[in-house]
């Protein structure tokens, strides 16, 4: 993209991390939703790059700022609502049957285990925080 940046305008530029970057960085997030912060920060830092390319901006404007200026949502956010979205999916019996079985309807008894804390119905349940 930063090639780019000199032949093409922000239009394009923003077009092209939408089709051809961003889907490699979510590819799999409802697998890797429970990784460590770092990795998480590192595939935030690939779309605040991405973004100061777009609009050239410079290497310190604020995050917020710039996702506003784009209309595009965090990378934890866009998690959180597929997330959310799927298990939607997946309670309202519109996903293949086999999902449910693996999909808790409610937490258990006792959700202080670690083995819990890293499923899938844990992070929707408790709002995604990651």
């Given at each position: 993209m930063k090639f780019l940046s000199k032949y093409v305008n922000r239009k394009t530029l923003v077009l092209t991390y939408s089709m051809h970057v961003r889907p490699h960085l979510e590819y799999g997030d409802l697998l890797f939703h429970d990784c460590s912060k770092t990795l998480m920060d590192m595939i935030e830092s690939i779309q605040y790059q991405a973004g100061l390319i777009a609009t050239g901006c410079w290497q310190n404007t604020s995050r917020e700022k710039l996702y506003n200026e784009?209309?595009?949502?965090s990378m934890a956010d866009r998690r959180k609502v597929r997330r959310l979205s799927?298990?939607?999916?997946?309670?309202?019996n519109n996903s293949p049957d086999y999902l449910l079985r693996y999909v808790l309807n409610s937490p258990p008894s006792t959700t202080s285990t670690d083995r819990y804390k890293r499923t899938f119905s844990h992070s929707v349940l408790t709002s995604g925080s990651h």
């Open positions: 784009l209309g595009w949502e799927l298990y939607h999916k997946i309670v309202s």
